[in-house]
């Protein structure tokens, strides 16, 4: 039984804080309401009006407490629907983080495991660079995930103005890595980055720089756009 997540998977969880609640956001304002279906072996998901190609993240069982990846549920196991949720296992192994490679996670440990649960979903969508993620009812104690595999999702962009407080609002997800939740959202739109003094530097497109400082106890203290000339 998991009572607590690894350092590994804290940071990694960190590294898509920024980017993955601004994408959820996009998600959100881009799915029509409506009731859901879907058609497993052709990887499609229906809600209201709109089609999407999906993938199966991972189940929570809410009677268990426990969580299971896509790519270990017995009826999935090898097939096309699972394929995102195995890369994500991969990386799991690469880098030495335990609870994505575990076949099923027991999270009655947790105070909250239906939180627990979407932690290991948001991560599972960060690594797997998809644009959100999609937690529905599946059964009356049951929540299925699925990750949208489709060009169509819009992702959310680096935009400048709202950049303090899409960094700040990422920061306050999980609260355990702020520079980590910097240099991830920096690494995820492929901008430069450099420490300078104990402060992120990014150089942002257009040629201006945004500086995020910290304070002792390694919260953001302050984001300021620098425009240069």
């Not at 799915?31 to 279906?37: A, N, Y």
């Not at 609870?99 to 996670?105: D, R």
């Given at each position: ?23 959820l ?5 881009f ?7 879907a ?25 268990e ?50 939180r627990?649960a ?29 990750l ?24 306050g ?15 995820h ?12 530097v ?19 203290a302050?984001?300021g ?5």
């Open positions: 039984m998991v009572s607590e997540f690894s350092d590994a998977f804290l940071l990694e969880a960190e590294r898509h804080a920024a980017w993955g609640a601004a994408q956001d996009a998600l959100t304002a799915l029509p309401e409506g009731p859901w279906t058609d497993l072996p052709a990887c499609r998901y229906r809600q209201g009006e709109l089609e999407l190609r999906v993938a199966v993240l991972g189940t929570y069982d809410l009677d407490q426990s969580w299971m990846w896509g790519w270990a549920n017995p009826g999935l196991r090898g097939t096309e629907v699972v394929a995102l949720a195995g890369a994500v296992e991969r990386y799991g192994r690469a880098h030495g983080i335990a609870e994505l490679t575990e076949e099923v996670l027991h999270l009655s440990g947790f105070d909250d495991p239906r627990a979407e932690m290991l979903a948001f991560t599972g969508m960060g690594v797997a660079e998809a644009p959100g993620y999609i937690g529905v009812p599946a059964g009356p104690a049951t929540q299925v995930y699925f949208p595999d489709d060009t169509r999702v819009p992702r959310a962009g680096l935009d400048p103005v709202s950049l303090p407080r899409t960094l700040l609002t990422g920061a997800l999980i609260g355990y890595s702020a520079r980590h939740v910097v240099g991830g959202y920096f690494d739109h492929g901008v430069p980055q450099r420490v300078e003094s104990g402060r992120i990014a150089d942002l497109p257009g040629g201006n720089a945004v500086e995020v400082d910290f304070d002792a106890a390694g919260r953001i302050g984001v756009v620098k425009v240069l000339p």
